[in-house]
């Protein structure tokens, strides 16, 4: 699979630009952003890409600056040598769980031991969103509990849950490029079996799940909310993330719409991770 990078220079640049950029380019196909000096590099699958779309979202943009952008074209590739070369370090979360790649040595302790080869991915738990997720799983009870990952990546998320003793794990995502990495990843971490599928909400029809974890973007979410709501046990909790703070009022209104209370959120440099629990 071939991506297209943006790189993007803003005037006068301060980060969180670069917050609210990568916050538009999401709901027109980004996935995947990389803090520069002077703003931000942005990736998106090839076929994904519309150049007129990307002009038009910077002609809308909600703050007056001026920023410029170089396109470039992402040829497959080994993606674990590139991010081994340039990226990706062991992370520790909570002291209780490590995320690291099967090329990594001397790997940090700790109680839970990922093993994550990203390629493409990108769920490494770098992120503030997964971090975010990652912390929550480490303290839920997901024992006994029928867990949906949806908007899988690595399946780091469905990992974790499984070796937090969850009785079923479905890992989902739309992009068969992701859900091919969440199955190598599985096979690394000898867990528990997970089942992992691809395309999106159609495939909830008739399911049920005690826990829905959700690390995608708002304008999903809000689409998709209501599919969740319709799948998930009486008491069950939907954990959603993929979003900033200043988005919980219309996060918690649509939520409110359908039977879903809000319960709590958790925050990490603007980005928010919310509880909610389906009512009677």
Same mark, same amino acid.
């Given at each position: 699979? &071939?991506?297209?990078?943006? !790189?993007?220079?803003?005037?006068?640049?301060?980060?969180?630009? *670069?917050?609210?950029?990568?916050?538009?380019?999401?709901? @027109?196909?980004?996935?995947?952003?990389?803090?520069?000096?002077?703003?931000? +590099?942005?990736? +998106?699958?090839?076929? #994904?890409? &519309?150049?007129?779309?990307?002009?038009?979202?910077? *002609?809308?943009?909600?703050? %007056?600056?001026?920023?410029?952008? %170089? +396109?470039?074209?992402?040829? *497959?590739? &080994?993606?674990n040598e590139e991010w081994e070369k340039n990226y990706f370090e062991p992370i520790v979360i909570d002291n209780e769980c490590v995320i690291h790649s099967s090329f990594h040595k001397n790997v940090p302790q700790a109680r839970y031991k990922i093993i994550i080869d990203p390629k493409m991915s990108f769920g490494t738990g770098h992120h503030e969103t997964t971090s975010l997720m990652i912390s929550e799983i480490l303290n839920m009870t997901t024992e006994n509990?029928?867990?949906?990952?949806?908007?899988?990546?690595?399946?780091?998320?469905?990992? #974790?849950?499984?070796?937090?003793?969850?009785? !079923?794990?479905?890992? @989902?995502? @739309?992009?068969?490029?992701?859900?091919?990495?969440?199955?190598?990843? @599985?096979?690394?971490?000898?867990?528990?079996?997970?089942?992992?599928?691809?395309?999106?909400? %159609?495939?909830?029809?008739?399911?049920?799940?005690?826990?829905?974890?959700?690390?995608?973007?708002?304008?999903?979410?809000?689409?998709?909310?209501?599919?969740?709501?319709?799948?998930?046990?009486?008491?069950?909790?939907?954990?959603?993330?993929?979003?900033?703070?200043?988005? +919980?009022?219309?996060?918690?209104?649509?939520?409110?719409? &359908?039977?879903?209370?809000?319960?709590?959120?958790? %925050?990490?440099?603007?980005?928010?991770?919310?509880?909610?629990?389906?009512?009677?």
């Open positions: 699979m &071939n991506y297209i990078q943006i !790189t993007f220079c803003i005037a006068s640049f301060e980060e969180y630009m *670069a917050d609210v950029l990568a916050s538009q380019l999401v709901e @027109i196909g980004f996935e995947s952003f990389e803090l520069t000096n002077e703003g931000t +590099i942005a990736y +998106i699958q090839e076929h #994904l890409f &519309n150049e007129m779309v990307l002009k038009q979202l910077l *002609a809308d943009f909600p703050l %007056e600056i001026n920023i410029e952008y %170089e +396109i470039s074209k992402i040829e *497959a590739k &080994n993606w509990k029928n867990v949906l990952d949806m908007g899988c990546g690595t399946a780091v998320l469905a990992i #974790l849950a499984s070796m937090c003793g969850a009785k !079923t794990v479905l890992a @989902i995502d @739309i992009d068969e490029w992701c859900t091919k990495n969440s199955v190598e990843n @599985i096979n690394l971490n000898h867990v528990s079996p997970i089942e992992v599928k691809t395309g999106g909400v %159609e495939l909830l029809c008739g399911l049920h799940f005690d826990i829905i974890i959700a690390n995608i973007n708002r304008n999903i979410l809000l689409a998709d909310m209501h599919k969740y709501a319709d799948c998930l046990t009486k008491g069950g909790k939907l954990f959603m993330s993929g979003f900033y703070k200043e988005d +919980i009022p219309v996060i918690e209104a649509e939520a409110n719409c &359908n039977s879903l209370k809000l319960m709590g959120f958790k %925050e990490k440099n603007n980005w928010v991770v919310v509880e909610t629990e389906k009512m009677g």
